[in-house]
């Protein structure tokens, strides 16, 4: 244990991963059990320390005891899994069923060549673990359907949409809004990107965006999509994230956040 002191002057209490490691086997708790105890005694993992101008002790604990379901380990999620991952979030749940091709290369932080069809939610879990020992990653390496969607979501606090496809995004926006669950959607394609926040009370649903079309859009297949542009709507949708698991107020609820990285503009517009 040791103390520092941040930007601010403040003086804080900190303890390093080896020292979070070591308590929590010595006491038969999990990584991430220890975390949250230090927390709540007024005790800062050392790796969130810089947290701390944005986030206070009891923000930090809130989301060091979530658990976020992101769904799709590519472009989206291979960012939302590291900034997540980085941030604290206890428990990220992941699920996808495919594996990574030498086209994913491009966009999708996870994907290198070493990674090449390996399946992406078993690399993500690995990154997870290797970011962040304190929290748990659960990998789910299934093909998201009617069958299993509400089961993945289930026991969630967030449902992160990091998807390709419609289909796929309404039925994770159904099964979200079924348990009271709050869904953050996000979609890149090309130079652009969008995302929206739908909150379990919510009058409205993704059918304010795309109507009754709930196939692939053909934008996403023919346009293909450029690195940036995942990676900056996935930060957005980290941000929403972040915001609601600390118990602020979403930015996107019921609105739509359109991103042109060709012309450098964004637009957030009322749906």
């Known amino acids: 244990m040791a103390f520092s002191s941040d930007e601010s002057g403040e003086t804080r209490l900190v303890l390093d991963d080896r020292s979070l490691l070591d308590w929590s086997e010595r006491e038969g708790i999990s990584p991430c059990e220890a975390q949250i105890e230090a927390l709540e005694e007024g005790i800062i993992p050392l790796r969130y320390l810089k947290n701390f101008s944005a986030l206070d002790l009891h923000q ?77 990653a659960e990998a789910f390496n299934v093909i998201l359907d009617e069958t299993n969607a509400e089961n993945l979501v289930r026991g969630s606090d967030l449902v992160l949409d990091a998807l390709d496809n419609l289909q796929g995004r309404f039925l994770l926006a159904e099964a979200a809004h079924r348990l009271g669950i709050p869904f953050l959607h996000g979609a890149a394609t090309g130079w652009w990107g969008q995302v929206s926040t739908f909150m379990p009370d919510s009058a409205l649903d993704l059918k304010a965006i795309y109507g009754d079309r709930k196939t692939r859009d053909p934008a996403e297949i023919a346009m293909g999509v450029l690195g940036p542009a995942p990676s900056v709507i996935a930060s957005l949708q980290a941000f929403e994230a972040i915001r609601l698991l600390c118990r602020r107020g979403p930015a996107y609820a019921n609105r739509l956040v359109y991103f042109d990285g060709e012309s450098g503009t964004m637009e957030r517009i009322q749906l």
């Open 60 to 136: 930090q604990a809130c989301i060091c005891k979530s658990c976020a379901l992101i769904c799709g380990c590519g472009g989206l999620g291979g960012v939302l899994i590291n900034l997540l991952a980085r941030v604290g979030v206890g428990k990220l749940r992941l699920v996808d069923g495919d594996s990574f091709a030498p086209t994913n290369v491009n966009r999708q932080w996870l994907c290198d060549s070493y990674s090449l069809s390996q399946p992406k939610v078993l690399v993500a879990a690995r990154q997870v673990r290797a970011i962040n020992p304190l929290i748990d």
